[in-house]
């Protein structure tokens, strides 16, 4: 069976049975930095022999692992060369293929502020576009439309969508019936519709629906509803249940956010010090700017509860691009919430000024001082 | 005005609720036997709980008559029904008798859902039921047909208490009243249920049930136990294994084992466990009993208080299951750190057939990973070696993130006496990462380009002074192509160039190479990506002075030529690294060729 150890290629091997070999182990390996790696060395085997074709496959591999394992950017890089090279010769590749993983574009640009909203809303367009051509349901286009107006908080464009998207009828480029269900829960959260996104919930709970990320992700949609309606087992039972699942896979950063924001609530300081260690452990492979202000805004009450519980040291492992320094693998709470504020204040400024809101200020978090409780190194 | 009755009931449409179970709940028609057993099981269950010393007993009889459909008649000792009870329960679809009447769930029954003997109308054309009561009264028969008829009667059979179930084969499913067949079903279904299950062909009968389980054994000879494990297992599977775990857990009363693959373990594919609950086979496919770390092992478990899902085929996910697999995961670790202590030996063989797993495992432990840590071998410029081993070597932990960054650098490095790990394989780079934040002493770290082109040597003052034209022109040459340049010595000395690149600056190239390709709408968001990630040089070119081409290169004045040489050597290490070219870097490999073909043409023009 091959193995991530076997990729020493032989010798009288040509570049295709190179490339074989390497998709037959990135295939064997879960959406990590190294199936990632792996994909982007047959990549530049293939460029460098100018196989279009055996390039253009490995690229689509390589969307689906940098989709799935939480690199934007990649999904951006590699999809734009497969589009262009689909438009050069559209009956030499899959179309429903590419058009399967627009969504993943569509929704990987929204993870740059720099970025710009007029263009990603054209690159929409362009999705739209080319479903109309093809005389298929926009649904695919709607339901990413909503994920980008729900991440930036543009409500009135929300409000408007939602009939629209209940009109449109689903296709085999849409995505699962789970995902969907978990997008209307968002959309009704982002709207302040609470009961709505309960009820949703509980029919996706009901139908029994479920795919890589549903209902892992929606429950912890929920935590602070079910704490601010005294239904605390509820929200404990659902913790539980997807904590360890949330911490395997960088993509779900927002997810892990989530529980964060759970544990400080509850005030779990074990459990909440795992979470912000697993945040840092994913930090460098999960890019999206979007994705870490909400692990950043999740992290400042966090070390606000530390600070006021009188701890001055954490012991946690940072990723080399985070300028706090560690001595014997602790670093300074104070130093690492300052850091922590200036960087969430300076990536939500940015998609403010993208997204013409407040929709990141007004959600930033810091805590109020309370009462001195007592010393703990966490 | 028409008036509503509101007390109106639903009526159900028995054909097209048999297609709906066999078709979306059932796996296969073949599970009938299953239901069967599960019945039979909980009627015994349920004598057994006021005649405690009743042994159970299930009879299976299969009869071939030459001319006819194959028949076959299920018999159990169990509780039997009433007259009553026959209306109730067989005859109103999902009214079960092991649901309590407050709604509560059963601790002991298998079966909860009313709907299990429907499975039959998928194997037979009528399913007869003759039945006797514990409570007394006459023998009762109850005759169902698929169109939603049935008939009670009183039989004029002399049965004893329990009850008996008489299928006719529907044409087409001879294949599963063929006795071997039966038996492998029962076998496979129920053969860890603790009742007897016999499979009579005219006088002749077969015992369906397991052989002596490991856990139930009652001997304290450890290895005696330990081979019945192993040899369970490989009945089971159908494989050998290189060791076996006992299993317990009290949530869900689980006892069972784990079996260590005698293969490496899949990250992505996992191994299948199979899951019994009361005896009863829940299913050979599941994924879910055992931490997913636990790649490397497959398990058999009996749980006596897990719940299944509706068509009972897998595990119900609730709080139980996962406080289970949370007592298994302990079995597990405990064995690997019991190992680890006493038997060393088998814990490096162990290591190195499930690599990828106990990687897995240590990232996920810090138990593990400091009982594993040590021992996990890693691919470094001086071969397959252990951490302890490489630390004996070098003083510093480097390590590239990369396969193809380890190529690169390998030889170099190597040719310099420079230790680097290549952790470009699934978890190892945060193993490493994770061995420098828990030993503060340890110099442990990722090498970037800068990095290694510091730990090469410099050049000496006046090698600085032969070198200074050769270094001005090769910066201004390839700053255009975002590359920085260096002179160095290092070996081996045939290499005139060595092109690192970065994590960052190989992005960079990317991005570069699909703006290239794109149209202007995709291009500009290429551009605007670019901004977030603004890095002054993709890449590096480290010169070798070491070189006699490059040394000679350093004594020459005629700065054309030298920025052509540059050119080209920029060219070369790029494909030396594997690095596709980029279109200007296309143009700079012509030109640059066609440069120095036209140099020489005119040097023998001159010198013929």
Request: charged fraction near 25%; include cysteine.
């Amino acid at each position: 069976m091959a193995t991530a150890e076997n990729i020493e290629p032989d010798p009288g091997a040509s570049y295709i049975d190179e490339i074989d070999a390497l998709l037959a182990q990135a295939y064997d390996l879960p959406n990590s930095a190294a199936k990632i790696a792996i994909l982007e060395q047959a990549i530049r085997i293939a460029d460098t022999y100018n196989d279009i074709p055996l390039s253009y496959k490995c690229r689509q591999e390589l969307v689906s692992a940098a989709a799935l394992g939480g690199r934007p950017e990649l999904v951006l890089i590699h999809f734009s060369w497969c589009v262009a090279k689909y438009d050069e010769s559209p009956d030499s590749f899959d179309r429903d293929e590419l058009y399967w993983r627009f969504k993943w574009f569509g929704i990987a640009t929204n993870s740059f502020p720099t970025i710009q909203l007029p263009q990603v809303m054209n690159l929409l367009d362009d999705f739209k576009d080319r479903l109309q051509k093809s005389q298929l349901s926009p649904h695919p286009y709607l339901t990413t439309l909503a994920r980008v107006y729900t991440d930036c908080g543009l409500l009135d464009e929300l409000r408007d969508l939602l009939p629209r998207l209940a009109l449109a009828a689903r296709s085999h480029l849409s995505d699962c019936e789970a995902c969907i269900d978990q997008l209307l829960i968002k959309m009704h959260l982002k709207l302040g519709q609470e009961d709505e996104a309960l009820q949703a919930l509980k029919e996706l709970s009901d139908s029994g629906r479920v795919c890589v990320e549903v209902p892992l992700c929606s429950y912890p949609l929920f935590f602070n509803v079910w704490l601010n309606r005294g239904q605390s087992e509820v929200a404990a039972k659902h913790h539980k249940k997807t904590f360890a699942a949330i911490c395997r896979n960088p993509k779900f950063l927002v997810p892990l956010s989530q529980h964060l924001e759970y544990l400080v609530a509850i005030e779990d300081w074990t459990k909440a010090a795992k979470a912000m260690r697993v945040g840092f452990d994913h930090w460098r492979n999960a890019t999206s700017l979007r994705d870490r202000w909400y692990f950043l805004n999740e992290l400042i009450p966090y070390l606000d509860k530390l600070t006021y519980r009188n701890t001055e040291f954490i012991r946690v492992q940072l990723p080399e691009d985070i300028p706090v320094p560690t001595q014997n693998g602790r670093c300074g709470v104070s130093v690492l919430r300052a850091w922590a504020s200036s960087h969430r204040d300076e990536i939500g400024r940015q998609f403010d000024a993208r997204n013409g809101n407040d929709h990141y200020s007004r959600r930033s978090k810091s805590l109020l001082p309370s009462p001195h409780i007592g010393t703990t190194e966490a | 005005m028409r008036i509503f009755n509101l007390n109106e009931k639903f009526q159900v449409h028995l054909q097209g609720l048999i297609d709906l179970l066999s078709n979306h709940l059932y796996s296969g028609p073949e599970v009938f036997i299953r239901e069967l057993l599960q019945n039979a099981q909980d009627a015994i269950t349920a004598r057994q709980q006021s005649e405690r010393d009743v042994e159970g007993l299930v009879r299976i009889e299969v009869i071939h008559a030459p001319g006819q459909m194959p028949t076959m008649s299920i018999t159990d000792n169990g509780i039997g029904l009433t007259e009553s009870e026959v209306h109730r329960f067989l005859a109103t679809i999902g009214e079960s008798s092991k649901r309590l009447q407050n709604g509560g769930g059963p601790t002991d029954f298998i079966g909860r859902f009313g709907v299990g003997l429907l499975s039959c109308f998928m194997v037979s054309e009528e399913i007869i039921v003759v039945t006797r009561s514990i409570q007394g009264g006459e023998t009762v028969s109850w005759r169902g047909r698929p169109d939603g008829t049935y008939s009670v009667t009183k039989s004029d059979l002399e049965i004893d208490v329990g009850t008996r179930v008489y299928l006719t084969c529907r044409s087409g499913q001879e294949s599963l009243m063929k006795r071997e067949t039966v038996l492998k079903l029962c076998r496979f279904y129920g053969g860890m249920l603790p009742h007897r299950i016999e499979i009579c062909d005219g006088e002749h009968f077969e015992l369906a049930n397991i052989n002596s389980v490991p856990w139930h054994m009652k001997t304290n000879d450890s290895q005696e136990i330990s081979q019945r494990y192993l040899s369970f297992g490989e009945e089971i599977f159908e494989q050998t294994h290189l060791d076996v775990i006992p299993l317990t857990a009290k949530a869900g009363l689980v006892r069972g084992a784990a079996y260590v693959l005698s293969h490496s373990a899949s990250l992505v594919h996992r191994p299948r466990n199979r899951v019994y609950i009361k005896g009863m086979l829940i299913t050979d496919k599941d994924e879910s009993i055992l931490p997913p770390w636990a790649l490397f092992t497959q398990a058999v478990i009996n749980a006596e208080a897990l719940s299944p899902t509706a068509s009972r085929d897998a595990i119900y996910e609730d709080e139980s299951l996962e406080n289970c697999r949370v007592e298994l995961g302990v079995c597990i670790r405990k064995y690997l750190i019991n190992l680890a202590k006493n038997r060393p030996e088998k814990l490096a063989n162990l290591v190195r057939v499930h690599l990828s797993a106990l990687r897995a495992l240590a990232v996920e432990d810090d138990e593990c990973f400091e009982t594993l840590i040590s021992l996990l071998p890693f691919e470094t410029t001086d071969g397959t070696l252990t951490i302890p081993e490489f630390l004996a070597r070098h003083s510093a932990l480097l390590y590239v993130e990369s396969v193809d960054q380890f190529r690169q650098i390998a030889p170099v490095a190597t040719a310099q006496g420079i230790g680097v790990i290549n952790a470009g394989y699934v978890h190892t780079a945060e193993l490493l990462a994770r061995y420098g934040y828990l030993h503060d002493d340890a110099d442990v770290g990722p090498i970037d380009t800068e990095r290694f082109a510091q730990s090469l040597e410099d050049l000496t003052e006046n090698e600085e002074k032969q070198s200074h034209l050769l270094s001005h022109i090769a910066s201004k040459t390839l700053r255009p192509y975002r590359c920085k340049t260096e002179l160095r010595n290092f070996s081996p000395i045939e290499l005139p160039a060595l092109y690192t690149l970065d994590h960052a600056g190989q992005i960079m190239r990317s991005m570069e190479q699909s703006r290239e390709v794109s149209n202007s709408l995709y291009s500009d968001v290429l551009g605007s990506l670019m901004k977030q990630t603004s890095i002054p040089y993709v890449s590096q070119l480290l010169l070798n002075y070491r070189n006699p081409l490059v040394r000679k290169l350093a004594t020459l004045q005629n700065e054309k030529i030298i920025a052509t040489s540059i050119r080209m050597f920029y060219v070369q290490a790029m494909l030396l690294a594997h690095q596709p070219l980029k279109s200007d870097e296309m143009r700079l490999l012509t030109s640059g060729m066609q440069e120095l073909i036209q140099a020489t043409v005119d040097l023998s023009t001159f010198n013929p």
